[in-house]
């Protein structure tokens, strides 16, 4: 169920840029300019349209959108009052694409800054070249998006195979075939409602054997950076309670992968990177969570982690910030005990998810003191080595999730 | 017999390879272009492909996505004269970049490993 006004009467378009949104006045405007450009530039010899899938927002985001000048028609969409979730707003914007019979679906995030009309053509055009997803690729601050560099990258990486950098970044290209796919899928969890939509979509996409490319998009993602320590919220445990929830449920597809293998690269070749803006990152906030953490959690920890992980974060807490270390095997395997335990007990899931945030800022912090003196193109090896260990550690997820069900 | 596809418009490298690798025990079969590479590779199924990049009529580097689009999972190493192509991301859609040399030890270890899914624990080996 959804709200919808389409002033230009649109029926049908080849090609859907959508822009999810709860409360971005002050920003939806730039991005869809951007689109438009976008659409004009690269893709004029179709019938595009703009959507803006809205969480009914309250201070005129709607009004922003639709009061932007465009070239290309526009859709306003929101979902009922109180029912929030950027995954709801996909569902409005799979359920729209697929009744116009897009070819091409392009998300953009409503937030972002450095947004150009290239990266509407870079996240569509594989889509005419066959390919079914197109995820981002663009150079971050080494501190930016740590979930994604310790958690989602190599997780998925490891479970089903494919060498996707930015699994939830937010911006991505996908088929009409796979927007119908999404949208007939049961497993729609409250988590993916919400912000599990990204991880969630990247790995349908994986489990289905769509062809996917990562496209360069040649500038850095400037949106609203995050200082990891700082706002976590509930956006954690969405993304990472849907990664085991997919584990569950994709459980025959990655128990037959091993390794993992390079995916097709869309855009631009050789040429001049454009830094990332510096992000300011709390060490000792990150280090004090990690060891409170161990305070209030260590009893429930010591319960459902394996002795041995057990045993060596006891190590690790007694650690002085000054050399603190979260070696990344012991990271891989205390996130597949969690994914364990979190496969075993439903009564107990909020509070596993709760417990992870402080031992994930513990290896943040790790990650951050070993990669404070290297460059941006250090750090990227830094986490491709991180990727290789979780894959070295499969067998390890293999013989609990599987020998001890 | 584990078959190898190479891609490389230069015939003396061609030749050089496949007698290499056969020597090695592999099944070698070579094409000099770019025309016709995916239906090739659909049709002769390699288990792994070197693929050169900088070549008369085609950019390695583009075929390579292809090859990715359709058969993501054959094993590719890039085999070029020059190692400046490594800053190209293109690149990074190879299992490995082997800088062309008369001494093939360095590619037959990576076809090895490539071949048995390994991947380097220093990312830089790539």
Not at chain 1, 55 to 70: E, I, K, Q, V
Not at chain 1, 88 to 116: C, H, P, Q, W
């Amino acid at each position: 169920m959804f709200i919808e006004e389409n002033p230009r009467g649109v029926q049908s378009a080849d090609i859907v840029v959508g822009i999810p949104s709860y409360n971005e006045a002050d920003s939806i405007s730039y991005p869809t300019q951007m689109a438009s450009q976008g659409l004009v530039e690269f893709f004029g010899n179709k019938n595009s349209v703009i959507i803006n899938c809205d969480n009914n927002s309250t201070d005129g985001t709607r009004d922003a959108f639709m009061n932007t000048d465009t070239q290309v028609p526009k859709i306003y969409m929101s979902t009922p009052p109180g029912v929030r979730g950027k995954g709801n707003n996909f569902k409005n914007l799979f359920r729209k694409s697929v009744e116009l019979g897009a070819e091409a679906i392009v998300v953009v995030d409503a937030d972002l800054k450095s947004i150009t009309p290239r990266w509407i053509k870079n996240l569509g055009a594989p889509i005419f070249e066959d390919f079914g997803f197109v995820a981002p690729l663009y150079v971050r601050h080494k501190y930016d998006g740590t979930i994604t560099n310790n958690i989602a990258y190599p997780l998925t990486r490891a479970l089903y195979g494919r060498r996707v950098r930015q699994p939830i970044g937010g911006d991505f290209g996908f088929s009409g075939a796979l927007a119908d796919i999404y949208l007939t899928q049961e497993e729609w969890s409250p988590a993916v409602t919400q912000f599990g939509i990204d991880i969630w979509m990247t790995t349908i996409a994986m489990c289905h054997g769509k062809a996917i490319c990562q496209s360069y998009m040649g500038r850095p993602k400037v949106h609203k950076p995050k200082d990891p320590g700082e706002s976590l919220g509930s956006m954690f445990a969405q993304v990472i309670g849907t990664i085991f929830d997919m584990m569950i449920e994709h459980g025959d597809f990655w128990k037959e992968v091993r390794w993992s293998k390079p995916t097709a690269i869309f855009g631009f070749g050789l040429g001049e990177m454009e830094m990332p803006p510096p992000v300011d990152v709390d060490v000792e906030r990150l280090f004090d969570k990690f060891v409170a953490g161990f305070m209030e959690y260590g009893g429930f920890w010591k319960e459902m982690l394996t002795g041995n992980v057990y045993k060596k974060l006891s190590e690790v807490m007694a650690l002085p910030l000054a050399g603190f270390e979260f070696p990344a095997n012991l990271w891989a395997e205390t996130l597949i005990d969690f994914a364990v335990a979190y496969k075993k007990g439903d009564d107990r899931r909020e509070r596993l998810m709760a417990s992870l945030i402080p031992l994930y800022l513990g290896r943040t912090c790790s990650y951050i003191l070993e990669c404070e003196p290297m460059t941006i193109q250090q750090a990227e090896e830094l986490i491709e080595d991180q990727c290789s260990v979780f894959e070295h550690s499969k067998p390890y997820l293999l013989k609990r999730w599987f020998e001890e069900a | 017999m584990k078959k190898i596809l190479i891609v490389d418009d230069e015939e003396v490298i061609r030749m050089l390879y496949a007698e290499e690798l056969e020597e090695e025990g592999y099944a070698v079969i070579t094409t000099g272009t770019g025309h016709g590479l995916i239906e090739l590779v659909g049709r002769e199924k390699p288990d792994l492909i070197i693929l050169d990049i900088k070549m008369a009529e085609h950019d390695g580097l583009d075929l390579l996505q292809d090859i990715r689009k359709d058969f993501y999972n054959i094993p590719v190493i890039l085999c070029s004269a020059y190692s400046s192509f490594k800053g190209d991301l293109k690149s990074i859609a190879a299992d490995y970049y082997v800088v062309k040399s008369a001494d093939l030890t360095e590619l037959k270890q990576k076809i090895k490993m490539a071949l048995e899914g390994h991947i380097p624990f220093d990312s830089s080996a790539t």
